[in-house]
């Protein structure tokens, strides 16, 4: 899919870190948005920052719509609620006319040790990094296929989803999830000939407030904090902090859309640690974690 403007995205967890820099890149490549997420403060910006991002590119400073003529709709949406889910794409398309790039972006972290994880860490992890990338595949894909033209699905897995550490057992079964439903679906697509093709964005350290996401964890899954769950996220503060900016995730996104590329990784230093993880596994060991960056 080469050209965007004029298409339409959606993106989800679209009020700050990846999915804020995803929605600006889109509007200043034209592109109509979709924005979803649970933090409505955060959404309103990301929705504000994009029409100034479109209106640069166009040469219109008072624009406040992209600037190929397209929209930026938002909407509060907890992608682990399938009703939730239905409702943002029925506004997709029923608004902006068809979705021709879908971005499974939202997604949260839970760290600790595989025992002291509750049922309600399991449910939390699993309800926005597993069914909100599934709720997105049943809502959007059927109907972007209807369309038969080019499009993008975009799942945000993160290098979690290729590397199960210590501390973050939680984290990488909800994350190899995603990335098994990203590989299972672009195999789907290309059975059945569709032009649709499908992107795993697998980043590693990068600014965003993921460390955080306590502060959006519902009331009736709160937990009370252990020790090793905060060690974790203070560790992964360290990592956010040294990490890229998120501009360069969506830009390699982007590219990623336009070449076709199914994995996309944000430092290089991944790809050999992939590549002595598969060697160790073939040879029967447990792999050794990468050094996380």
């Known amino acids: 899919m080469r050209e965007l403007s004029g298409k339409v995205a959606v993106v989800t967890g679209a009020s ?75 506004r997709a398309f029923g608004e902006l006319g068809g979705v021709h790039v879908l971005c499974n972006n939202a997604g949260v972290f839970q760290g600790g040790r595989m025992w002291t994880r509750t049922e309600e860490d399991f449910a939390w992890l699993l309800g926005v990094n597993v069914w909100g990338v599934l709720h997105g595949i049943r809502e959007f894909v059927p109907r ?30 909800s994350k190899y999830a995603a990335l098994a439903a990203s590989q299972a679906l672009a195999h789907d697509l290309r059975q059945v000939g569709s032009k649709l093709r ?22 009736d899954l ?27 995730v969506a830009d390699a996104t982007v590219d990623a859309i336009r070449d076709e590329r199914f994995l996309v990784l944000t430092h290089e230093g991944y790809e050999r640690s992939l590549r002595e993880q598969i060697s160790a596994l073939l040879d029967g060991e447990i792999p050794e974690p990468p050094d996380y960056e």
């Open 198 to 219: 499908v992107t795993a964005l697998c980043p590693g350290g990068v600014r965003t407030g993921i460390s955080r996401s306590e502060r959006v964890r519902p009331a």
């Open 16 to 90: 700050s870190g990846i999915g804020r820099a995803l929605a600006v890149r889109f509007a200043a490549e034209g592109m109509s948005l979709m924005l979803a997420d649970v933090d409505a403060r955060g959404l309103t910006e990301t929705a504000a920052m994009a029409s100034e991002a479109a209106a640069m590119a166009s040469g219109d400073s008072g624009a406040v719509s992209t600037g190929s003529g397209g929209k930026v709709l938002t909407q509060i949406t907890d992608v682990s609620d399938a009703p939730a889910v239905h409702h943002l794409a029925n």
């Open 222 to 248: 709160a937990v009370a904090r252990t020790r090793d769950d905060l060690s974790s996220q203070e560790w992964l503060d360290e990592v956010v902090d040294k990490g890229v900016d998120p501009a360069e």
């Open 144 to 173: 972007m296929i209807e369309q038969d033209t080019e499009g993008h699905i975009v799942n945000s897995v993160s290098v979690a989803g290729l590397f199960a550490g210590p501390n973050l057992g939680g984290q990488a079964v």
